[in-house]
Antibody, heavy 119, light 107 residues
Framework: QVQLKESGPGLVAPSQSLSITCTVSGFSLTSYDISWIRQPPGKGLEWLGVIWTGGGTNYNSAFMSRLSISKDNSKSQVFLKMNSLQTDDTAIYYC?????????????WGQGTSVTVSS | DIQMTQSPASLSASVGETVTITCRASENIYSYLAWYQQKQGKSPQLLVYNAKTLAEGVPSRFSGSGSGTQFSLKINSLQPEDFGSYYCQHHYGTPFTFGSGTKLEIK
C-alpha cells in the first residue's frame, strides 16, 4: 500500500539547518510529485514546495531563499533542507503525494515529523 | 499568488445537523479546489477534489460544490467522527495555497 514516512532531527538550534528525509513505498517517485507542507502548533497548513516527477522544483516564495527539495528515485526518498531556522519554523513537517494526473490533489500524507527550533 | 479565504473559522454543531463551510479564491481557479479533513493529532486526509468529486471511501453525506472563485463543503447529518478541522486548497498552479481552516466542534 501507499506509504510516506518522514524522519527528522526533532530539535534544531536557532540559525541552524533542518534536514528531513521522506521515504515512500507503494508507488514510484517517477510517477508522482511530492509536496512538503508544514503546520505550526495550533495553526493551519502551509505549503512549502514541490518536487515534480522529472526532478524540477517549485517553492513557496516565502521560503525560496532557504529551502531546497531534492530526491533519489532509486531509493524512493525525497529530501527537504531548510536553512537559517528560527523559532517560528517550529512545526510538524509533512511529505505528501501529489496526484497531478488523477485528482490533482494531495491524496496520501505522511504521519509528519515534529521539529522544534530551540536552544 | 492566489489567496484562499475560508469561513467560518470555527463552527459548533450537533450530531445530525447539516453544516456548510465556504472558501473563496482571490482569482478564478475553475474547479481546481480540494477539501481536507484533519482530526486532532492526525495527518490531513483528502475529502474532495476538483471541487465536487469525493475521494475514495468518503461518505456520501459530504458534498462539494462551486467553481471559479466560490466553493463550499456541505456535510449532511453530522456524525461524531466528522468533528475536526477542515481546509480548502487550490491546485491551480503553485503555490498550492490552503485556506486558514475551519474547526468543527461538537455543541
Amino acid at each position: 500500500q501507499v506509504q510516506l514516512k518522514e524522519s527528522g532531527p526533532g530539535l534544531v538550534a536557532p540559525s541552524q539547518s533542518l534536514s528531513i528525509t521522506c521515504t515512500v513505498s507503494g508507488f514510484s517517485l517517477t510517477s508522482y510529485d511530492i509536496s512538503w507542507i508544514r503546520q505550526p502548533p495550533g495553526k493551519g497548513l502551509e505549503w512549502l514546495g514541490v518536487i515534480w516527477t522529472g526532478g524540477g522544483t517549485n517553492y513557496n516564495s516565502a521560503f525560496m531563499s532557504r529551502l531546497s527539495i531534492s530526491k533519489d528515485n532509486s531509493k524512493s526518498q525525497v529530501f527537504l533542507k531548510m536553512n537559517s531556522l528560527q523559532t517560528d519554523d517550529t512545526a510538524i513537517y509533512y511529505c505528501v503525494r501529489d496526484d497531478g494526473i488523477t485528482t490533482g490533489a494531495m491524496d496520501y500524507w505522511g504521519q509528519g515529523t515534529s521539529v522544534t527550533v530551540s536552544s | 499568488d492566489i489567496q484562499m479565504t475560508q469561513s467560518p473559522a470555527s463552527l459548533s454543531a450537533s450530531v445530525g445537523e447539516t453544516v456548510t463551510i465556504t472558501c473563496r479564491a482571490s482569482e478564478n481557479i475553475y474547479s481546481y479546489l480540494a477539501w481536507y479533513q484533519q482530526k486532532q493529532g492526525k495527518s490531513p486526509q483528502l475529502l474532495v477534489y476538483n471541487a465536487k468529486t469525493l475521494a475514495e471511501g468518503v461518505p456520501s453525506r459530504f458534498s462539494g460544490s462551486g467553481s471559479g472563485t466560490q466553493f463550499s463543503l456541505k456535510i449532511n447529518s453530522l456524525q461524531p467522527e466528522d468533528f475536526g478541522s477542515y481546509y480548502c486548497q487550490h491546485h491551480y498552479g503553485t503555490p498550492f495555497t490552503f485556506g486558514s481552516g475551519t474547526k468543527l466542534e461538537i455543541k
